[in-house]
């Protein structure tokens, strides 16, 4: 699952790791036991973060090494400060931290304006929950999100809903990402073709248009990977920044504190 989740084939693999094809062939059907000297290869070579790493240990019956020491509550907090000054520097520009599970964590005065355009921020916020925090897939898309206002639904949601599904197929163990997904498909909107995972990598960077009353906001999506910066590297920071593609939008988020309204698009 890992190996086609980074989108390779059991040759390109053969290749990284300088085994044979038919060798990684016996591995996925079961027919050989890696050594756990095969198993740390496959994981460099697939690049497989911790989390999932000592689950693959365990899978291959091998105990995970212990030689990293956990990170201090003083390094998790200096990490999540550094993350929460990047949000303050994109403002005015709508920028939120989220984890693995693209659950909420902090966000800007940017984003906080944004959300306002439809409505009470707490209020949808705590709408949109999943494991006790709000989680910014079901804000787009679920009803008792902001869905209803995506107006390239069938654009925007294809991507974010199939990097989950990259997420859940690099991660099989994983029980919150599995039940994420549950939750979107059984209580969202999403159509049954949007979960069809594609060919390709979706991109990173995607736009969402959000209209309201005739008002249209159209905004790039960028989502910035910052795991490997931060000493808890396994929650799987990410930064989600929505870049205004044109005049008109950018100037309804700096006149955010004077001007409550959008302004409409030329």
């Known amino acids: 699952m890992w190996r086609q989740g980074r989108g390779l084939s059991q040759l390109s693999l053969s290749g990284l790791t300088g085994v044979s094809q038919r060798y990684l062939s016996t591995l996925e059907t079961d027919k050989a036991h890696p050594s756990r000297a095969m198993v740390t290869a496959l994981c ?51 920028s939120v931290l989220v984890d693995r599970l693209w659950n909420v964590h902090d966000y800007n005065s940017g984003f906080g304006h944004l959300i306002r355009q439809f409505g009470e921020v707490d209020d949808i916020l705590s709408r949109v929950a999943f494991d006790g925090r709000p989680n910014l897939l079901k804000l787009f898309y679920l009803a008792a999100g902001i869905c209803s206002h995506v ?20 991660a099989p163990g994983d029980t919150l990402l599995a039940a994420l997904r549950g939750d979107l498909q059984t209580l969202g909107e999403a159509p049954g073709e949007w979960w069809e995972l594609p060919a390709d990598t979706p991109s990173e960077i995607g736009e969402l248009v959000l209209m309201r009353e005739g008002v249209r906001l159209r905004l790039a ?13 396994d929650l799987g920071w990410r930064i989600v920044t929505y870049l205004p593609l044109d005049a008109a939008t950018r100037a309804s988020f700096h006149m955010a504190e004077t001007t409550p309204a959008m302004t409409p698009a030329d």
């Open 44 to 94: 460099d070579a697939l690049d497989v973060p911790a989390r999932a790493r000592a689950d693959m240990l365990m899978a291959a019956d091998y105990v995970p090494s212990s030689a990293s020491t956990p990170p201090d509550e003083a390094s998790i907090a200096a990490s999540r400060d550094s993350l929460a000054q990047l949000l303050k520097a994109h403002d005015p520009v709508p």
């Open 151 to 170: 107006s390239n639904g069938s654009q925007i949601g294809r991507q974010a809903l199939a990097r989950l599904m990259l997420q859940s197929l690099q």
């Open 221 to 233: 999506v960028l989502v910035s990977a910052f795991g490997a910066l931060t000493e808890d590297n």
